[in-house]
């Protein structure tokens, strides 16, 4: 198993969409630190100036990719895309479906005609395990039917078939990977809205007992964020693999009931959570087969839940 550490020189250029956000932000500097020169297109709506270190070869730019006019702009001279900017709660989509979907849907297309009109070299597109929705057959690969349960899920998976349909019409070689749930520090906790494990961590660490929505005994596969960036890493420098989906998971299933347990086990406290009615369009069960992965973009994942909830507690610690 090998991991690309890119030696960049001066031609490599990368624009990120929503690179003040938590994942897009871990990206950015990775590509920093490789050497490549980063541009950042971002709305600020959830994302943060403080997310992003001022850097020589970094440019931020705040516009939205619902806007053609600034994509196509800024797309121009690039190398790679990495299309991160998103409305990436499910049910802020669920609040807001047409807004939603000028960011979830029109912002990819308008990404990639603008790859397509500058000659980018890849788009690698920011998919999500929501689009498997809730059938009942599980670990998911890639080939499996899909069963989108949010106005979310529907505008991610519509942007994977934009994202096929440009590379095979247009040559434009995307790489989509369907995230499954992402944690790591940044991840904002303060929303209503926010990924569960900075919600449980940010209430534990008070000392405040969690709401879980349901019986808890909801699953999902959780990945590390340092894990994601290198997926997208190998997604763009693997030959050959442009039109493809890719699954971007830790392949363990965890119940929530289990991850309270384990995040005041990290803390040391002991707290009950309060229980109230699941959330409309919550998927039950997920768990990722990252065989794919594992096999073409010769990636997988390092961190396992435990070591990085350790790690997301001492970040928050300032260890
Ligand atoms: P995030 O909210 O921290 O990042 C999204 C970024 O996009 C933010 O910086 C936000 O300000 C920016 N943004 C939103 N709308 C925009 C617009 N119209 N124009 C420009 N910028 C805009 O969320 P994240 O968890 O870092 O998610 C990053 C991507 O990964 C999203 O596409 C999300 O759907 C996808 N994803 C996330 C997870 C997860 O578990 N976090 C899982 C699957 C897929
Ligand atoms: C998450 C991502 C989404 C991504 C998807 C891929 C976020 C905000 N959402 O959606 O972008 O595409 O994974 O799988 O990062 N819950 C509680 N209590 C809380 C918060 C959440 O019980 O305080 C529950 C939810 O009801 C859900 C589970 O925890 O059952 C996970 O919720 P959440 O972290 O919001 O993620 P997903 O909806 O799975």
Redesign the pocket.
């Known amino acids: 198993m090998f991991e690309q550490r890119l030696t960049m020189n001066s031609t490599i250029n990368a624009l990120v969409t929503g690179g003040a956000g938590f994942i897009g932000s871990h990206l950015v500097d990775r590509l920093l630190a490789d050497g490549a020169a980063v541009t950042v297109l971002d709305n600020f709506s959830t994302g943060k100036h403080e997310n992003l270190v001022p850097h020589d070869k970094l440019q931020v730019v705040a516009g939205d990719v619902g806007d053609y006019a600034t994509v196509e702009r800024l797309a121009q001279g690039m190398t790679w895309i990495f299309h991160e900017a998103a409305v990436?709660?499910?049910p802020a989509t669920i609040d807001d479906p047409v807004g939603s979907h000028q960011t979830n849907y029109v912002g990819t297309l308008n990404v990639l005609e603008a790859a397509r009109k500058h000659r980018v070299q890849r788009v690698m597109f920011a998919a999500?395990?929501?689009a498997y929705g809730d059938l009942p057959e599980i670990p998911k690969t890639e080939t499996m039917a899909v069963k989108p349960l949010s106005p979310?899920a529907v505008d991610?998976l519509a942007s994977e078939y934009i994202c096929r349909v440009y590379h095979q019409l247009y040559g434009v070689e995307t790489v989509c990977l369907r995230?499954?749930?992402?944690f790591g520090p940044r991840q904002d906790p303060s929303s209503p809205?926010?990924?569960?494990i900075s919600?449980f961590t940010d209430r534990v660490s008070k000392g405040q007992a969690?709401?879980?929505?349901?019986d808890g005994e909801?699953t999902?596969d959780f990945v590390y964020v340092a894990d994601v960036v290198a997926a997208n890493i190998q997604a763009a420098t693997v030959a050959g693999i442009g039109g493809e989906t890719f699954n971007i998971a830790n392949q363990r299933q965890t119940s929530?009931n289990e991850l309270l347990r384990q995040v005041c086990a990290v803390y040391g406290k002991n707290l009950q959570p309060g229980y109230d009615a699941?959330?409309a369009g919550?998927?039950k069960h997920?768990l990722a087969d990252t065989g794919k992965a594992r096999n073409i973009l010769q990636w997988q994942p390092k961190v396992g839940l435990q070591q990085g909830l350790q790690a997301l507690i001492d970040s928050l610690r300032g260890a």
């Open positions: 990436a709660s499910v999500s395990a929501a979310y991610k995230y499954f749930n992402v809205y926010s990924g569960v919600v969690p709401t879980i929505f349901g909801q999902r929530l699941p959330r919550d998927i997920s």
